[in-house]
Each structure stands twice: as structure tokens, then as C-alpha cells.
């Protein structure tokens, strides 16, 4: 093989450069999971992360195992609401879990958000855990959140996410969710929500295996207040 040229040889290494750029920037927007830490935490260590960010927090609310009946359009509406946000300046929370409006935490990496996640510690099974969140906060809870049962106060879940988030962005959701976008409401929180039906299949599936009528309305406990 004989000798390279110059120009040869000066287009293989911007090529070879162009390539490693490539890779080091397709690592850079797909490095999901490598911040990735777990802690149990209280209100107040949830407070102090957050405020030590100096970052403002928008926390997307909606369906988890219920999943979307239209997943595409739910992902188009949440990449809408990313592209009005500063990666450098927001952080973006949701339930820590990879189910139904999780499917969210990816498109926020890939934008180059912080992310971060607040789960009951009813939620132990680490595989539910979406490989994109960055921080994972697990708060001591019995219930899987929403008002405690028989007042109009949160449980320690839903309380440390309403009351960290600036903003609070609803597509669809259950009663959880509902009683979350209620409380923010009351606070005067920013909040916007967007009508999004539960997956019609697995909607009818549980109904079945709980013993309750088949659900003729897919509009979640959310849909029905806002």
C-alpha cells in the first residue's frame, strides 16, 4: 500500500474526527442511567436538593401502569412543553418509574435535562425504575400517594412533588395524579393540563380482575375535574 497523500491523509482524520464527535455526542444525549443514584429521602433532604440546584422544576404528571392509549401524541405534547424549557436552567421531575408518562424522562435526556424522580417506597422493584433519571428520591409512605385517605392533605409522596415543582405539566392521569394537580392548584402553582386517555385494553383488563364494571370513559379521575 503506498504512501498517503496529504490531502489524503488530512480528509481520513476529519473524517476519523467527525466520527468520534459523533459517538462522544450520541453518549452525551443517550447517557442514561450514568448519574443514576438511589436514596431514601425526607421532606426536607428533597428541599435541600432542590434548592441547592437553583434550577427551575417542572414536574410532568399523568398515567403510569394505566399506560396511554395514544402514546405517540402524549410524547409529541411533553417534547412541545421540553422545547419552551433551558436544559442549563430546569430540571425535570416526574414519578421515578419508566411506566406511562416515565416514557418522558428519555425524550429529557436526550435534550440534555437534569432529571429526577419521587416514588412511595412502596415502589421497590428496581426494574420499574426508568434507566433516565438521574436522582431517584424514595419517600417514606404507605400509600402510593394522593390525599390521605378521609382529608384534603397530601401523603408525604405527593407533598414532597407538589411542593418542590414550579411548574406542573398533566397529560391525563388517575386519582393520584388528580389530587397532586388539585394541590398544586391551591398553592397556586402553575399548572396546565392536557386531556389524554388510559389504554383502553389494560383499562378493561383491570376492571375485569378487580371485580368492577368495564369503564366506558378513558379519560382518568384527572380528566374528570380539569
Same mark, same amino acid.
Given at each position: 500500500m503506498g504512501?498517503?497523500?496529504?490531502?489524503?491523509?488530512?480528509?481520513l482524520l476529519i473524517a476519523i474526527t467527525a466520527? =468520534?464527535?459523533? #459517538?462522544?455526542?450520541s453518549l452525551n444525549v443517550t447517557a #442514561?442511567?450514568?448519574?443514576?443514584?438511589?436514596?431514601? $429521602?425526607?421532606?426536607d433532604d428533597i428541599k435541600h436538593f432542590f434548592v441547592a440546584q437553583r434550577k427551575e422544576v417542572i414536574t410532568f404528571i399523568g398515567y403510569s401502569g394505566a399506560e396511554y392509549e395514544d402514546k405517540a401524541t402524549m410524547l409529541e405534547k411533553a417534547s412541545?412543553?421540553?422545547?419552551?424549557?433551558?436544559?442549563?436552567?430546569?430540571?425535570?421531575?416526574?414519578?421515578?418509574?419508566?411506566?406511562? *408518562?416515565? $416514557?418522558?424522562?428519555?425524550l429529557a435526556k436526550h435534550r440534555g435535562f437534569i432529571t429526577t424522580g419521587i416514588v412511595s417506597t412502596r415502589t421497590k422493584q428496581s426494574n420499574k425504575i426508568s434507566p433516565c433519571v438521574d436522582y431517584v428520591f424514595f419517600v417514606e409512605d404507605?400509600?402510593?400517594?394522593?390525599?390521605?385517605?378521609?382529608?384534603?392533605? =397530601?401523603?408525604?409522596?405527593?407533598? $414532597?412533588?407538589?411542593? /418542590?415543582?414550579? *411548574?406542573?405539566?398533566? *397529560?391525563?392521569?388517575?386519582?393520584?395524579?388528580?389530587?397532586?394537580?388539585?394541590?398544586?392548584?391551591? =398553592?397556586?402553582? /402553575?399548572?396546565?393540563?392536557?386531556?389524554?386517555?388510559?389504554?383502553?385494553?389494560?383499562?378493561?383488563?383491570?376492571?375485569l380482575k378487580k371485580g368492577l364494571p368495564v369503564p366506558k370513559k378513558f379519560g382518568g379521575a384527572a380528566g374528570e375535574v380539569f
Open positions: 504512501k498517503l497523500k496529504l490531502h489524503q491523509y488530512l480528509n466520527i =468520534l464527535s459523533l #459517538c462522544i455526542f #442514561c442511567g450514568l448519574l443514576h443514584k438511589k436514596q431514601r $429521602a425526607t421532606f412541545d412543553i421540553l422545547s419552551k424549557f433551558d436544559p442549563s436552567r430546569t430540571i425535570v421531575n416526574i414519578g421515578a418509574t419508566r411506566d406511562g *408518562i416515565g $416514557a418522558v424522562y428519555e404507605q400509600t402510593w400517594g394522593g390525599f390521605i385517605e378521609g382529608s384534603d392533605q =397530601l401523603s408525604p409522596t405527593s407533598r $414532597a412533588i407538589v411542593e /418542590n415543582s414550579h *411548574i406542573l405539566f398533566g *397529560i391525563g392521569g388517575g386519582k393520584v395524579e388528580r389530587d397532586e394537580l388539585i394541590a398544586a392548584k391551591r =398553592l397556586r402553582k /402553575n399548572v396546565h393540563f392536557f386531556p389524554a386517555d388510559m389504554n383502553h385494553k389494560k383499562a378493561r383488563e383491570n376492571a
